[in-house]
């Protein structure tokens, strides 16, 4: 493997490692906490912690996809660029599911947010760790896929 994509290489598994301990951190630590609140704490913590997250891991998950893409187009041999050809794959689990799993649970805290918690709300809390877990497997799929390819193919 040539020196840019070595580089590319490392700046992938930086990018997927910030991804994975960014899930990790939220679903052992943050989102515990939030399990705990009534309703309008949560919905108020919860946009102050998205307000964080934008857009930061919007734009990570995004590098992590061309970074993988760009190894599988010019990775030295057939294997490479089967591997981070999979790892793409892989990967846009992460902001497919952000996009319709947890997203639309985020525009509802939103709205309960801008408009109080009706005592009929639907606490979304469930769902969105339910989507929240999901992503995280596949973020941390492709750190250890991205991490072997480095040690053992690469």
Not at 4 to 19: D, K, M, N, R, S
Not at 28 to 48: I, K
Not at 127 to 146: P, Q, Y
């Amino acid at each position: 493997m040539s020196l840019p994509l070595e580089l590319v290489q490392a700046f992938v598994i930086v990018a997927t490692g910030t991804v994975a301990g960014t899930f990790f951190a939220v679903a052992v630590s943050v989102f515990p906490a939030l399990m705990t609140m009534p309703p309008q704490q949560y919905v108020q913590t919860q946009r102050r912690l998205g307000e964080g997250y934008h857009p930061v891991m919007p734009i990570v998950v995004s590098s992590v996809l061309v970074g993988d893409a760009l190894l599988a187009v010019f990775a030295d041999s057939g294997l490479l660029r089967a591997v981070y050809a999979a790892a793409v794959g892989l990967f846009l689990a992460v902001p497919l599911i952000s996009q319709y799993g947890n997203l639309p649970l985020n525009k509802a805290i939103q709205a309960a947010d801008r408009n109080g918690v009706p005592e009929s709300w639907d606490d979304p809390r469930p769902g969105w760790r339910k989507w929240h877990l999901i992503r995280s497997v596949f973020a941390f799929l492709v750190l250890i896929l991205n991490v072997l390819t480095a040690a053992v193919l690469a």
